[in-house]
C-alpha cells in the first residue's frame, strides 16, 4: 500500500510539472522548459538526461527496465517528457534534437499500446503529432 501510495503522489507531482512545462513552452520559454526537463529526469526519475537520450532506440526499452528497473509507469512519464521535449526543439527551431527525442517517444508509447494495461487516447493523439513533427 506505501509504494502505490507513493506512485500516485508521483504521478501527481508529474501532472504539476507537466502544466509547468506547457506553460513555459507557450510563453516561449524554451531553455527554462528545457532545464525543468532535465531536472525532472534528474530528480524525480533519477534518470541521466544525456545519457537516456544518447540511447539508441532500438535499446531504449531494455535500458530502461533492466538497467533502471523501471516498471510501466516510469515509461509513461519518460515518454510524455521526451514527447514535450521533442516539440519544445521543433518550436526553438532544432530538428536534429527533436528528432532525436521524438523517436524515442514514439518508441516507449508504441511499446506501452501493446504492453500497457491501461488504454490511453492520447497515445494515439501523441503518435499522429510525433509523426507530422517528424514527416517535416
Not at 531504449?60 to 517528457?81: G, P, S, T, V
Not at 514527447?83 to 536534429?96: A, R
Amino acid at each position: 500500500m506505501i509504494r502505490k501510495d507513493y506512485i500516485l503522489r508521483l504521478v501527481d507531482e508529474f501532472g504539476k510539472f507537466l502544466a509547468k512545462i506547457a506553460g513555459l513552452r507557450l510563453e516561449g520559454d524554451y531553455d527554462d522548459a528545457l532545464k525543468l526537463i532535465d531536472d525532472i529526469y534528474e530528480g524525480m526519475l533519477n534518470a541521466e538526461p544525456k545519457v537516456l537520450k544518447s540511447i539508441d532506440t532500438d535499446k531504449l526499452i531494455d535500458f530502461l527496465q533492466q538497467e533502471k528497473k523501471f516498471n510501466n509507469q516510469y515509461l509513461k512519464m519518460i515518454a510524455e517528457l521526451l514527447f514535450e521535449e521533442g516539440h519544445i526543439y521543433v518550436e526553438n527551431g532544432d530538428p536534429i534534437s527533436a528528432r532525436n527525442v521524438l523517436e524515442k517517444s514514439k518508441v516507449l508509447i508504441e511499446y506501452l499500446m501493446a504492453n500497457d494495461t491501461t488504454f490511453s487516447f492520447d497515445w494515439y493523439d501523441k503518435l499522429t503529432a510525433i509523426e507530422n513533427a517528424l514527416a517535416v
